[in-house]
C-alpha cells in the first residue's frame, strides 16, 4: 500500500512537471534587436518587422531598434523597408536578440524623372509623379502614344471613346477636376507644351452629331517614344499655371545613341468592320 501511494506520488510529480514545462514553452517572448544601413551603419528608421506570415508586427524606432513579442512557435522574423532588400532573420533556439544589416535596392529611386522645371531623381521628389520607361509600355498593336499608358499609372484614367481610327482618347488624371466636359491634361513633347483641347488649329471640340476631337498625339510615332512621365499634382506642374490643372504628361522620344547601327522591323494587320442600321 506504501508503494502504491510513493508510486503515485511519483507519477503525480511528474506529471504536474510536464504540464509545467509545457506551460512555459507556450508561453510568448520578447525579441529586440536593431536594423542599421550596411554602408554607413546609421540607423533604418519606419522598418517594418513581423513573424513570418503574420499580418502583424512592430516597427523600428528612430534610433532603428525594435521590441516585439512572438510566439514560441515562431523561428523566423521578416524585415522589410522601402528601398532595401528584404530579409528574413532566424530566431530559432530561443533567441531573444538579432542585429540586421540592410542592403541598399535603391536603383527605383534613382531613376531620372523629367518634370516643369528639369530633370530629377525620384528620392528627390516629393510631388506626386509616375515615370513609365519604353520597356513597361503596353506591348502589341499601338496605334496611339496614349495606349502605350493604358493601365500602366495609379490614378490615370484613359478611355477610348470609338474604334475610329485616330479619334481622340479620354485621359484623366485622379478624376475629374472640372464641371466642364473636358478635363484633358496638358501634353509636353520634348519640352514643348501642347495643349490637348486645342492640338492643331484644325482640331476643335466636338459637338453632339458632328465628327468627333481628334487625337493630339496622332502624329507621334509610339516606337519613337522613350519615357512618359505624369505630373499628377499642383506642385509637380507648378510651371505651367492653370494649363497644367488637369495634370501634365511629359513625353520625352528617342535620341541617337552612340552604339552603332540598328534595324528594327515590325509587321501587323488588322481589321476594323463597321456596319450601318437601315
Excluded: H, W
Excluded at 164 to 193: E, M
Excluded at 212 to 227: G, K, M, R
Amino acid at each position: 500500500m506504501l508503494m502504491s501511494c510513493k508510486n503515485l506520488l511519483k507519477f503525480s510529480a511528474v506529471i504536474l512537471l510536464l504540464c509545467v514545462s509545457q506551460l512555459i514553452m507556450a508561453q510568448d517572448r520578447v525579441v529586440s534587436g536593431k536594423v542599421t544601413d550596411s554602408k554607413d551603419g546609421s540607423p533604418v528608421v519606419g522598418a517594418s518587422v513581423q513573424p513570418k506570415g503574420a499580418k502583424t508586427g512592430t516597427a523600428t524606432k528612430s534610433d532603428g531598434t525594435f521590441t516585439l513579442s512572438v510566439a514560441s512557435n515562431v523561428t523566423t522574423l521578416v524585415i522589410s523597408s522601402i528601398g532595401y532588400a528584404t530579409q528574413e532573420v532566424s530566431i530559432e533556439g530561443g533567441k531573444t536578440s538579432v542585429e540586421v544589416s540592410f542592403v541598399a535596392t535603391g536603383a527605383n529611386l534613382n531613376e531620372v524623372v523629367v518634370t516643369g522645371y528639369g530633370t530629377a531623381r525620384k528620392r528627390d521628389l516629393t510631388g506626386a509623379v509616375a515615370s513609365v520607361k519604353a520597356k513597361d509600355f503596353n506591348q502589341g498593336v499601338i496605334t496611339s502614344p496614349d495606349q502605350l499608358l493604358q493601365n500602366r499609372v495609379a490614378g490615370v484614367e484613359i478611355t477610348n471613346n470609338s474604334g475610329q481610327p485616330g479619334v481622340a482618347t479620354t485621359i484623366k488624371v485622379r478624376g475629374n477636376n472640372s464641371i466642364r466636359a473636358v478635363n484633358n491634361p496638358l501634353y509636353v513633347i520634348d519640352g514643348v507644351p501642347l495643349d490637348g483641347r486645342t492640338a492643331r488649329p484644325s482640331v476643335t471640340l466636338a459637338a453632339f452629331g458632328s465628327t468627333p476631337e481628334t487625337n493630339p498625339l496622332l502624329y507621334i510615332n509610339p516606337n519613337d517614344i522613350a519615357q512618359i512621365d505624369v505630373l499628377k499634382d499642383a506642385s509637380s506642374a507648378a510651371i505651367y499655371g492653370s494649363r497644367g490643372a488637369n495634370g501634365v504628361i511629359v513625353i520625352t522620344t528617342k535620341r541617337a545613341s552612340g552604339t552603332g547601327t540598328r534595324v528594327d522591323f515590325g509587321v501587323s494587320v488588322g481589321t476594323n468592320l463597321g456596319y450601318m442600321k437601315k
